[in-house]
């Protein structure tokens, strides 16, 4: 049983791009959360998506969206890249009615911002 | 708005020895809480977790922790510490009713372990 997926594991874009972020989340898990984990730093919370919709939001400015696909899979999107972008962004999945008794973290992929 | 405090960013203990991490929590309601454990370029491991069953929880590779709602605190404890414990450390929250889902975690402890 493969747990949550993320891809790319690394990426390197220029300020101004615009990035894309993949999570497949653990067989079973219907609900998909994004963290921001900055160098030194804990995660912060970006965003949770369950039923195709954005459930619940951190402080985040606009520039980050994402979506869910009917298979639970997620994206993260971020446009106007700033070199304060740069993290390691975390997937984190979990059944809707479990979530918060258990997350289950992917490995994330490091967003490098140059 | 719920908080969560790692109390020391570096905690340094030698082989055998015991390993206290220290956390405390903010809020208004009951939290649900966690400890998770992330090795270098890798992504977090959940350790244990509080969900008002019991006050004192174990978790994976040998390490517990306790709830104390008198004092805000779960601190994380190992009787003898092992070279590969060494790792970041981050102790999170969840308060749960509107915020179902969300965690809040701490700044992390990085843990040395030394021969």
């Known amino acids: 049983d493969a747990g949550v997926t993320q891809s790319p594991t690394h990426l390197i874009k220029t300020r101004g791009q615009q990035v894309t972020l993949r999570c497949s989340p653990k067989?079973?898990?219907?609900?998909v959360s994004w963290y921001q984990q900055a160098l030194g730093q804990g995660p912060q919370f970006i965003f949770q998506y369950y039923e195709e919709e954005e459930r619940q939001r951190g402080n985040f400015p606009d520039r980050f969206s994402g979506h869910q696909f009917p298979n639970y899979s997620s994206e993260l999107n971020v446009n106007a890249l700033l070199l304060g972008d740069s993290a390691l962004y975390l997937c984190?999945?979990?059944?809707?009615?479990?979530?918060?008794?258990?997350?289950?973290f992917g490995p994330g992929t490091r967003l490098t911002v140059t | 708005a719920q908080s969560v405090t790692q109390l020391g960013s570096h905690v340094s203990v030698s082989e055998g020895a015991l390993v206290l991490l220290r956390c405390n929590y903010s809020?208004?309601?009951?939290?649900?809480l966690f400890w998770y454990v992330q090795y270098p370029n890798q992504g977090l491991q959940l350790l244990l977790k509080?969900?008002?069953?019991?006050?004192l929880v174990k978790g994976i590779n040998g390490f517990e922790a306790e709830f104390k709602k008198s004092e805000t605190s779960f601190h994380l404890t190992k009787p003898s510490a092992h070279m590969s414990d060494a790792a970041e450390y981050f102790c999170?929250?969840?308060?749960?009713?509107?915020?179902?889902?969300?965690?809040?975690f701490g700044q992390g402890t990085i843990l040395t372990v030394h021969p």
């Open positions: 809020s208004s309601v009951p939290p649900y």
């Open positions: 509080y969900t008002s069953a019991a006050t």
């Open positions: 999170a929250g969840n308060a749960g009713g509107t915020s179902y889902g969300k965690l809040t």
């Open positions: 067989s079973g898990h219907d609900t």
């Open positions: 984190a999945s979990s059944p809707w009615d479990r979530g918060k008794y258990e997350q289950y």
